[in-house]
């Protein structure tokens, strides 16, 4: 993906940019995410938190427990509600983004599905695409992905 990236929320008042390639992106089955999107799923972007700049508008901000037993920061846009990306107290350092407020959404490439045991018996996914029942240490798979 070309740098920087740049989004909206769906009613054009929240515009940011991210400066640093993501992390990792991931497809998540999880109840919280299939609310989130009132759909199977939800694509979640991993970044660094220094790489997100907030351009225009104002978020704001409710959180809640995960399913993985964390808390989420969810920041929104404060006109139409389009959750921009959450965040976790206990890693600052990282944020999620939901990549789907992305101007550019074609060149998303998710690199794992988690969450797999709530995945809606319907939903197919990829062969070759690192499977995950609940939720992996996210940093032990990033570890893992870039080797010796």
């Known amino acids: 993906m070309q740098l920087p990236f740049t989004g909206t929320c769906q009613c054009g008042g929240t515009h940011y940019e991210i400066t640093e ?7 998540c089955h ?5 609310k989130l999107s009132a759909g199977a799923f939800s694509l979640t972007m991993l970044i660094k938190r220094d790489s997100f700049r907030l351009i225009r508008g104002e ?4 959180s809640r427990p995960a399913d993985s037993g964390n808390t989420a920061d969810c920041y929104f846009c404060s006109i139409c509600g389009n959750r921009i990306y959450h965040e976790n107290p206990a890693a600052p350092g990282v944020i999620r983004l939901k990549p789907g407020t992305l101007d550019n959404t074609g060149e998303i490439n998710p690199d794992a599905h988690v ?3 709530r995945a809606q018996p319907w ?8 499977q995950f029942e609940t939720q992996p240490d996210i940093a032990q798979f990033l570890r893992d992905r870039a080797g010796p």
């Open 30 to 34: 999880c109840r919280d995410c299939q």
């Open 21 to 27: 390639q993501p992390l990792i992106t991931v497809v």
């Open 115 to 117: 969450w797999t045991s």
């Open 123 to 130: 939903v197919t996914i990829p062969a070759g695409i690192p």
């Open 59 to 62: 978020l704001r901000c409710f």
